[in-house]
Every structure is written in structure tokens, then in C-alpha cells.
């Protein structure tokens, strides 16, 4: 495949909910260990700050641009990396599922709120109405949160507004009972992401934390990481270790657009 190939961490952090200041902690040693291992672009989980479905984000989240997401900005643009970090987002008297999209050089360029959020936590979150594209300094960069990629009509549109790479914010969760022996974690994702590369041409990464889900209708449910990297013709590029904190960096390619 013609094109190019970048570097990328999917940093499986701990998200531990509620515990926002904790949670950035372990995002800001992230963004450090990612750029020590040579990574270009870093994504980080969904709601890393409060964790997805946590009531707490109710009364804990903040606007975007806020101080949490400034912390990320300042530490990534110090190390030089692309970053797309998942953030609970204050906006009036709503609560977004959403994520940010910060440059190399610590600008936050870029923002997306949750289309396909998932039945169990829409009575926290409102509903995202937006895509975009964004300009990077590896590409042209979309932004999607765990479920939206699960409608391929949001890969495809992205795809066709130039997007090169998509960037993906995710926590995938589990019942109890899930064996991962008997049945490995991922092969819905490997399948929407594989077809949307090979359709489109379009590279995807990933990053789920790792953790457990407190409040609503999934409460104790662990997240399991399994964070998945796919080149740009389908095959794939990194996959992150189940049910542990875990860095996986990966050379990602992907088809370079015009200009």
C-alpha cells in the first residue's frame, strides 16, 4: 500500500472511576512513556477523567478547552505527540461523551461529542450532532468515540471528508462471566475496522482502558483493554494485552491523501 507510516502508542491506562486527578496522572505518565518509546501519536480511552457511564461526571466535568484537557495539551505539546484523549464534557446544563484532538506543538485543534453512545448511558450523556476532520501535522486526522465506529456509516463519512487516520477513545467492557479463553475479546472490532480500511483506505487506532464501571445499568462490569491498531489496507498493526494496563506502540500505515 502507497502511502505512509507513523508511530502510534495506544495508551491502556487504568481509569478508575471518579478519580479524576488520578486518572489524568496516569494520562500525563502516559503521554511521557509514549513519546520515550519513539510513538508519533498517542490515544488515550474513553472519559478518562471520570470514566464511562460514572454519575460523577455530572458534577465533576468541565467545559472544553478546561484545566484537565490544558494539562494534556501542555504535556503533549513538552513531548512532541499527537494526542486524542476521551473527556467527560461540561456544555450548559448537558454532559457530552467526547474527546479532544491535541497537535504536536500543544494546540487542542480538534473536538468530537459521542454519536452512537450506547442505551445504558444516554440518560447521562447527550447526544453528539457533528464530524470533522482535522489537519495535523501527520495527515488528515477524524475522530470517532468506541460505538460510533460501529455504524459504518461514521467511518465512511469520515473516510470520504479526507480523514487518513481515525483516532478512536474507547472502553470496552465485559460481563463477569466473559472467558477470554473460550471467547477472545475483539472480533466485532477487528471485523468494523477491517472492513472500513479495506473499503476505505482508512487506518484506525483505538485505546480502551482498563478498570471496572460504576453507576447505571452496567455497574461492575470490567473494562478489559484490548486496544487494536488496523493499517490502512485492513490488516492489523498492534494489539494491547486483556484485562492489564498495557502501552502498545505500533507502526500504523495508512494511504497519504493529496497535498
Not at 478546561?66 to 512532541?80: D, K, Q
Not at 447505571?216 to 491498531?229: D, F, M, N, T, Y
Request: proline letters at 4%.
Amino acid at each position: 500500500m502507497n502511502g505512509r507510516c507513523v508511530r502510534v502508542a495506544l495508551g491502556q491506562i487504568l481509569v478508575e472511576p471518579g478519580r479524576a486527578d488520578d486518572n489524568i496522572g496516569r494520562a500525563l505518565a502516559a503521554i511521557d512513556a509514549a513519546a520515550a518509546a519513539g510513538a508519533e501519536v498517542l490515544v488515550l480511552p474513553e472519559c478518562l477523567d471520570f470514566g464511562w457511564a460514572s454519575d460523577a461526571a455530572g458534577s465533576g466535568a468541565e467545559p472544553i478547552p478546561g484545566p484537565r484537557a490544558a494539562l494534556l495539551a501542555a504535556r503533549a505539546g513538552a513531548a512532541g505527540i499527537v494526542l486524542a484523549a476521551g473527556f467527560s464534557e461540561r456544555a450548559g446544563d448537558q454532559i457530552y461523551n467526547a474527546a479532544i484532538l491535541i497537535d504536536r506543538d500543544g494546540t487542542i485543534i480538534g473536538q468530537h461529542r459521542k454519536i452512537n453512545e450506547l442505551d445504558v448511558a444516554r440518560s447521562l450523556y447527550a447526544t453528539g450532532a457533528k464530524l470533522e476532520v482535522f489537519d495535523t501535522s501527520i495527515g488528515r486526522v477524524g475522530i470517532a468515540i468506541c460505538a460510533d465506529l460501529l455504524l459504518p456509516e461514521i467511518g465512511a463519512a469520515l473516510a470520504a471528508m479526507g480523514a487518513e487516520i481515525i483516532l478512536s477513545p474507547s472502553a470496552w467492557a465485559v460481563p463477569d462471566d466473559h472467558d477470554e479463553v473460550i471467547t477472545p475479546y475483539g472480533g466485532e472490532w477487528r471485523s468494523a475496522y477491517g472492513s472500513l480500511a479495506r473499503q476505505c483506505g482508512v487506518a484506525v487506532a483505538a485505546a480502551s482502558n482498563v478498570g471496572r464501571i460504576e453507576g447505571g445499568a452496567w455497574h461492575g462490569r470490567p473494562i478489559i483493554g484490548r486496544s487494536l491498531a488496523v493499517h490502512g489496507d485492513g490488516a492489523i498493526a498492534g494489539l494491547a494485552a486483556f484485562g492489564r494496563e498495557d502501552l502498545s506502540v505500533c507502526a500504523l500505515r495508512y494511504r497519504q491523501g493529496p497535498g
